[in-house]
């Protein structure tokens, strides 16, 4: 089993049952002792403001902000650069603990060793 995992979550409110696979596993594997990086990319970043997540509904998936709170208490969640600058979201609009950061950190958690990629 890979000891990191790194998931990138394309999809918000727009395909709410991708993102909130996405989530779910995330906090799953934090639970389960991984060490987990969640990217918030395309319409998932808007996850990264305060509140965003309290608006998401999906009927029978645990709440969007408990997910998010389990991930970011024990690992780390980025939102992608080119995403939150075609939103305007800059570092001091994010959650406390989300920290703004582009491809070349993608890739290189990614390919980490002993790291497994998922995208959602």
């Known amino acids: 089993m890979a000891k990191k995992l790194v998931i990138k979550v394309t999809a ?12 779910t596993v995330a906090a799953v594997a934090v639970a389960s002792g991984v060490e987990v990086s969640l990217w918030l990319t395309g319409e998932s970043a808007w996850f ?49 603990g989300v920290r703004i950061a582009g491809a070349q950190v993608f890739v290189q958690e990614a390919l980490g060793d002993e790291t497994q990629a998922l995208v959602y």
Do not use: N
């Open 48 to 96: 990264a403001l305060p509140g965003r997540a309290a608006e998401f509904e999906l009927p029978h998936a645990a709440p969007l902000p408990d997910l998010l709170d389990s991930v970011l208490a024990a690992g780390r969640v980025t939102l992608c650069t080119q995403c939150a600058a075609r939103r305007d979201i800059t570092e001091k609009d994010v959650i406390e």
């Open 12 to 23: 918000g409110a727009d395909a709410p049952e991708r993102c909130s696979q996405a989530f």
